[in-house]
Nanobody, 117 residues
Framework: QVQLVESGGGLVQAGGSLRLSCAAS????????MGWYRQAPGKQRDLVAA???????NYADSVKGRFAISRDNAKNTVYLQMNSLKPEDTAVYYC???????????WGQGTQVTVSS
């Protein structure tokens, strides 16, 4: 089992910045990929950014150049630095950890990010 706890959400004005954190505990040795997803009201949950155990990253086109995902292996924590925030970034942000063998996705409880115009 893996437990994920997100923090760092809040209310920010457009153009501002926030940093989200996702602290993992439990059987973290089995985790290969960690990522951030977001879900706005009435919309599906979409990938924002992901990072592999080797450090490779992947971003949604809408956040490239503005968001950066990173991980601190010593703290078992993944971060999402969000800059130049836009109102359309408003959503609940979820942390996900993926175990490859056997395949399983663990989700955090989500943290609200609200960007005012």
């Amino acid at each position: 089992q893996v437990q994920l706890v997100e923090s760092g959400g809040g209310l920010v004005q457009a153009g501002g910045s926030l940093r989200l954190s996702c602290a993992a505990s439990g059987s973290i040795f089995s985790i290969n990929v960690m990522g951030w997803y977001r879900q706005a009201p009435g919309k599906q949950r979409d990938l924002v950014a992901a990072i592999t155990s080797g450090g490779s990253t992947n971003y949604a086109d809408s956040v490239k150049g503005r968001f950066a995902i990173s991980r601190d292996n010593a703290k078992n924590t993944v971060y999402l630095q969000m800059n130049s925030l836009k109102p359309e970034d408003t959503a609940v942000y979820y942390c996900k950890a993926t175990r490859s063998f056997p395949w399983y996705d663990y989700w955090g409880q989500g943290t609200q990010v609200t960007v005012s115009s």
